[in-house]
C-alpha cells in the first residue's frame, strides 16, 4: 500500500537541511520528489562528513527516497525546462535566500502563471520580508536569534546549542505543516498559493512557553540544565554509569520514590517531606539526592523505580538509542538500497498510518541519477530534447 | 479571507502540551477545534503556572482559538455524545495513555464505524504497541530516552535539556504533518484512517544527524556546548554583555573576521590561519578569541561583523526576542481576545499563507465557552437533551 501522498509530485530546490529534510517527509509520505541539483556539484550537503566510502552520511540521511536531476539554473535555457517541469508539479519547495528565485525568473509569479494550481514554499532564515531578510542563517544563528539558546544549557554557563538543528527542522516542519494544509485548502479553490516560512519565525513558535511566561510575568527565562522550573524531583541524575530522569515531585510520588531508595525517612523529614521544602533546602536536597543517585547504575534505578512506579526514564547516548529493543521494534532504523552503496541503515519515520504506511526503501539518488528519466516523463522532453540539453551543457 | 482549514472539524481530546499543541496548530490553520474537557477541572494545563488573574499562561498560550466543550468520558451516556459529534468530525486526536480512548469506548473501531472518513490520531509517549508502550511520558522523559539530551549541554558536564518542549512538541508537529497527509488522501480514496505517533520516535527522527553520524563511524556523538563539530568560529562567544554567535570557517570569511576584529595578523598566523590550524592549536585560539569578543558588546560586534559581511547574530533572551523589531514585523506577537480577561499577547504562528492567510484572533476559552454550541450545531441535540445531559452531570 503507498503512503498517503502517493501520486503528488514535487520540485525541490532544496539544499542542505532546512528544504531537503521538509521534502525528505513528503518522500517518505509517499509522495515524487525531484531534487534540482547543479550539474557537477550539487547539493553541497554531499561534501558533508563523514562519509562512507564516497557517500555523505549527512546527505543521505535527509535525501532518501528522492530522485536527482541537475540543471545549470543560470545557465539559459534552463528556466524553460523548470517551467515545463512546474506544469506538472503540485508543490515546488525552496531554500534559496530571498530574491534568489526570482532573478532566476524563477519566483512565484512566472511559476503560477504556467501553473496556478502549485503551492509554492519558500523557507528561509529570516522571511521574505522585513529588515534581516537578507542576513544569512545557518541553524545556529536562527537558534541563537530565536531565544532557545538562552534557556537552554546550566544556569551561570554559556549558552548551549540543541543538539540537533532546531534551527533548521523547526522550519521545515512548519513548512511541511503549511504546504499540506494548502493542498487540502486546493481540493475546494482549485487554486495554489505561496507560503513564507522563516527559521527565526519558527523557533519562536517553539518558545511559545518561555513567551508566555515573559508575556505573565516580565521576569526574564533561563537555562536551567536539566531542571523543571517549579517540580522537584522532575530532572537527570548522574547514576554510577550515566544518567536517570526522575519524575517524582507530587507527594503520592515522592513517598514511593523515597520508598523505593530505601529513604523512608526523607518521606517524613520536614526539610524533604513536600515540594516547598524541597525547594526551600534545595543545595543540601540535591547534594543528598545526587549521593544516593550515584550510587546506582541507571539500569538498577530504571528496574527499582519502575518496580515502584516511578515515572523515570534513562538519558541515552546514540548508540543506546540505535540499539534500544523499543525502538527497534516500533522500525525508527530502516534499510535503504542505494543504487552504488548496497544497503544502508537510515533513521525511519515517526508517521505510522494505518491503511497507507511510508514506506522508505530507496537510499539518496546519486547526482542527476534521474535526469533522464524526469526529463522525459514530467516535462516530456524527447530523447533529442534531453540530448541537447546535455551538450549545451544545462543539465 | 480564511485560513486553509478552513471548515475542516476538529474533536481534541488533547491534554497538557503535546495533543494541544497540535490542534493549536489545526485551529490557527483555521479549523474548528472543538476541545473536549471534563466537568469542573478541565485540561490540567489549567492549573500550569504562571497565572495572569485566574487564566493560565501557559493554556492560553496552546488553546487560543479552540471551542471548549465539557463531558465527563467516564459517565454512562458520554460514549454517545462523542459518537455524534465525531459524526460531524473530519479529524480526531487524542494524547492519553494507549488503551484509555478504548476502556472509554471511544478507540478508533466504534469511532470509525460512526464515521468511516474520520482521521482518528493518537499522539503517545511510546506509540500504541511495544514494550514501553505503557511507560508514563514526560517531555524530559522523551528528551532523555530519545538521545536528543546526551548531546546538549557542554562536554564533561550533566547532560541538559532543550529549553523550549521538543519532548512534546516534536510529536505535535509530526502528528499535525500526519493528519493533513491522511487528509489529501482521504480526498481520493473517501476513507479515514488511524495514525499512531510517539513522542520518543519523534525525537529518534530528530536526532537523523547524530544517528548518521554514528552509523557511518560507530563513534558515540556527544555534547558540544555551542561548537560546531566540524567548523570554528561557529559557535557563540561571550561578549562584554551577552553572546554572540560567529560563523567564519571558511578561508575567505576567516580573514574578513580578522580584518573585522583589527587582528589582520591572524589571517596569516600559521597558528591560526587556516581551520586545521585553528583546530589543532585550539586552546590557545579558544582563550584569544574570548579574550577580544568579550572587549566589545553584542551590539557593537554585530554592527562591525555585518559591515565585514562576516556571518553573525545575537543570542537573545527572551525579552530581546518579544522586543525584536524584525521578528514583531512579521507578526509573530499578536493581540487575542479573552471573553473575561480581554486583550492578552500570544505568540503568532509562522505558517504565512499569500491567499489563506492565518488569523489568530480569540483566546482560550473559559472551561465548558462551548459546551451548547457544539452540542446543538455539531451533535444537534435539542434544548431538552443538553439539559437533560446538563442535570445528569455528563456535560
Same mark, same amino acid.
Given at each position: 500500500m503507498p503512503g498517503p501522498l502517493e501520486g503528488t509530485k514535487v520540485l525541490s530546490f532544496g539544499r542542505m537541511l532546512s528544504g531537503p529534510y521538509a521534502t525528505m517527509l513528503l518522500a517518505d509520505l509517499g509522495a515524487e520528489v525531484v531534487k534540482i541539483e547543479a550539474p557537477k556539484?550539487?547539493?553541497?550537503?554531499?561534501?558533508?562528513?563523514?562519509?562512507i566510502d564516497k557517500l555523505s552520511s549527512y546527505f543521505l540521511s535527509i535525501n532518501r527516497g528522492k530522485k536527482s536531476l541537475t540543471l545549470d539554473?543560470?545557465?539559459?535555457?534552463a528556466k524553460k525546462v523548470v517551467l515545463e517541469l512546474a506544469k506538472g508539479a503540485d508543490i515546488l519547495l525552496e531554500n534559496f535566500r530571498p530574491g534568489v528565485m526570482e532573478r532566476l525568473g524563477l519566483g512565484y509569479d512566472p511559476i503560477r502563471e504556467t501553473n496556478p494550481r502549485i503551492i509554492y514554499a519558500s523557507l528561509s532564515g529570516?522571511?521574505?520580508?522585513?529588515?534581516?531578510?537578507q542576513r544569512p542563517a545557518f541553524d545556529m544563528i536562527a537558534q541563537g536569534m530565536g531565544g532557545v539558546m538562552s534557556i537552554t544549557? +546550566?544556569?551561570?554557563?554559556p549558552p548551549a546549542r540543541l543538539g540537533y538543528s532546531m534551527g533548521d527542522i523547526g522550519a521545515s516542519l512548519f513548512t511541511c505543516v503549511s504546504i499540506l494544509a494548502a493542498l487540502h485548502e486546493r481540493e475546494k479553490s482549485g487554486q495554489g498559493q505561496f507560503i513564507d516560512v522563516a527559521m527565526l519565525d519558527s523557533q519562536v513558535a517553539l518558545c511559545e512557553n518561555a513567551c508566555a511566561r515573559y508575556f505573565a510575568t516580565g521576569e526574564i527565562p533561563g537555562p536551567l540544565?536539566?531542571?523543571h522550573p517549579l517540580f522537584t524531583p522532575f530532572q537527570a541524575f548522574s547514576t554510577r554509569d550515566g544518567y536517570v530522569v526522575v519524575v517524582a515531585q507530587l507527594p503520592e510520588d515522592w513517598k514511593r520514590f523515597c520508598k523505593a531508595a530505601g529513604k523512608e525517612e526523607w518521606a517524613t523529614n520536614e526539610k524533604y517531606n513536600s515540594l516547598e521544602a524541597r525547594l526551600e533546602n534545595y543545595d543540601e536536597y540535591l547534594a543528598e539526592m545526587n549521593a544516593l543517585m550515584s550510587a546506582r547504575t541507571t539500569e538498577e534505578w530504571i528496574a527499582l523505580l519502575d518496580a515502584h512506579q516511578v515515572m523515570c526514564g534513562p538519558v541515552n547516548r546514540i548508540d543506546q538509542v540505535v540499539n534500544d529493543p523499543h525502538i527497534n521494534g516500533r522500525g525508527m532504523f530502516v534499510d535503504v538500497e542505494h543504487s552504488t552503496q548496497g544497503t544502508l541503515k537510515v533513521v525511519g519515520t515517526p508517521m505510522k498510518f494505518s491503511r497507507t504506511p511510508c514506506s522508505i526503501e530507496k537510499a539518496s539518488p546519486e547526482l542527476g541519477e534521474h535526469t533522464e528519466e524526469v526529463l522525459a516523463s514530467?516535462? +516530456?522532453?524527447?530523447e533529442q530534447e534531453i540530448e541537447e540539453l546535455r551538450e549545451s551543457g544545462i543539465i
Open positions: 556539484i550539487g547539493d553541497l550537503a554531499r561534501f558533508a562528513s563523514p562519509h539554473l543560470k545557465r539559459e535555457g529570516f522571511g521574505q520580508d522585513g529588515p534581516y531578510a544549557g +546550566e544556569p551561570g554557563r540544565g536539566s531542571r514530467w516535462a +516530456e522532453l524527447s
